[in-house]
């Protein structure tokens, strides 16, 4: 069984209303390459700042800018039009949990993918006017990043940690700290322990300047000495970037000793073999 949990049906850039993408052709599209790709478990996980509802939890200019879908729609169009799983890539704002919960918990997801993008106001992935590179220290940024997202799994919100070090999405075109990067990772194993949360496993990076899978390897193997199962997923945003580079992530999981993935439906986890 393979999986493709965080998924988007459309890209991130502006133009892409949810009249145009959220539509059961485009649903169909993902479906066939899917199959194609020998994925069974197929899920949508479209970004929470995209919806109106989501500014009831933070009113960051950019998720201003970008909340103008209703959230009840999406999951109705999803449930009642398409045969995917039903999930939502929900940020971490921290001192906002209350307000989160309260707008995952109306909702019945079959997994909430929980995702640290922000450090305070400032973007880990985003080049631009929030970008925290534009004065970052790195060492600094990736204390806070992997302190943010220990903190993250230990709010119990989410299903799943999502692209686990994100925070080296730029490689070389950002500073970068030097050494063992572990000190890091350390940081935010705790909570991840504690928490139980389920790890993505994400070939999204593979296409990203760093042109490294989610999360990298000395990260990935703490994580499983603390028991954390594993999801396995591209980010795509188009569907011919679903499952990309499968093969490789699958060998280097198998090389780990990782022979299931985790699969859900209404937020209940299970373990399948990995196909
Ligand atoms: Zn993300
Ligand atoms: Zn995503």
Redesign the pocket.
Known sequence: MLTDY?VHLRPDDAGTPASEYFTQANADRYRAVAEQRGIAELGVSE?IHRFEQALDVWDHPFWRTSATDDLDAYCEFVRERTDLRLGI?ADFVPGREDRMATLLDAREWDYV?G?V?FLRDAAV?MRGDWDVWRSGDPDRVWVRYFETLGEAARTGMFDIL??PD?VKVWGGEAPRPEGDLRRFYELAIDGIAESGVTIEVSTAGLRKPVAEIYPAPAFLELCLEVGCPVTLSS?AHVPEHLGHEYERAVDWLSGLGVTELAVFEGRQRRLEPIG
Do not use: I, N, R
Request: without cysteine.
């Open positions: 965080h970004h890539e993918v995702s993008h992935d999502a692209h994100l980010d």
